[in-house]
């Protein structure tokens, strides 16, 4: 797969789930809002020319002080959101995480599988690439979608690896010779 543009993947600050509200309605923690500031100013040095979003609150959070410091307004795209689990017990989500790292089409109470999310995440950089070229573009989402994707390049990347993610986490993405890399960038 060779890539027109250069893409970061940010994954969201740290996350307050303290609320009874449905997942994608999280805000940023304390912690978390800081955690967006500094960010801020470290994605000014990447000249990031456009900014795709997951609509989930705290992505948005998250993206929100650089995007205002770059009057860059960010673009929602729901194929970078979170896991689509629908139904799942909030006690059972960590149990189909790991089961479905396992097996990429394991699914259970109408949940996406692992399969899934990948081929949306997929799907949105085929659709960027048919767009634009030559340009940097940042994506924010969740540590499913960034780790799953990242998955299909790096066969090392499993259920532990996205479960020790962090929060925020940032990744560049790199094409040559028809290869994909990515490469952390340390926040």
Known sequence: MNLNNIY?????????????????????????????????????????????????????????????????????????????????PREKTWEFFKQSWLDFNYTEYGAETAQECIDRVSSLFSKLDKQHSGKRILLVSHSNPISLFLSTIDKTIGYEWFKNMKSPSLFELNSSNSTLSYTEIEL
């Open 8 to 88: 970061y993947f940010l994954r969201h600050a740290d996350t307050d789930r303290s609320q009874d509200i449905h997942f994608s309605e999280h805000p940023l923690s304390s912690l978390g809002h800081s955690q967006a500031r500094a960010t801020s100013s470290q994605l000014i040095d990447l000249d990031i020319d456009m900014i795709y979003c997951s609509p989930f609150a705290r992505a948005k959070q998250t993206v929100g002080p650089y995007a205002k410091e770059r009057g860059v307004d960010p673009i929602v795209a729901d194929e970078l959101c979170g896991r689509i689990i629908k139904n799942l």
